[in-house]
Nanobody, 128 residues
């Protein structure tokens, strides 16, 4: 199974970024149509934080701090998961990771221990 993120970079505060994640490895069944897909982020010196998840039924969940600014979506045919980030703030700076897990991972608060596969991450930087 492979998850590859892209779309990170530097943007001004108040701006937007769209992160993408492509998944591969159907042999293990980890594709966007059958599993819970999520996005985590980790700022320097801080613990990894789950920010959004989307289930196989398309139901989404967000951590309170990003509600209204982040939107997670997916395209099962393309095996893609996206994270739209609007209204960027310095608190959004960090490495963003795409992750895949069993369906139950989307039925609880977003926890990294519930997800089995991780991408290498894409860096988001916000300038003021």
């Amino acid at each position: 199974v492979q998850l590859v993120e892209s779309g990170g970079g530097s943007a001004q505060a108040g701006g937007s970024l769209r992160l993408s994640c492509v998944s591969s490895g159907l042999a293990t069944g980890y594709d966007t149509s059958n599993y819970c897909m999520g996005w985590f982020r980790q700022a320097e010196g801080k613990e990894r934080e789950g920010v959004a998840s989307i289930g196989r039924d398309g139901v989404t969940s967000y951590v309170d701090s990003v509600k209204g600014r982040f939107t997670i979506s997916k395209n099962n045919d393309k095996r893609m998961v996206y994270l739209e980030i609007n209204g960027l703030t310095p608190e959004d700076i960090g490495m963003y990771y795409c992750t895949a897990g069993p369906p139950k991972a989307c039925y609880a608060p977003i926890r990294d221990s519930d997800f089995g596969y991780w991408g290498q991450g894409t860096q988001v930087t916000v300038s003021s």
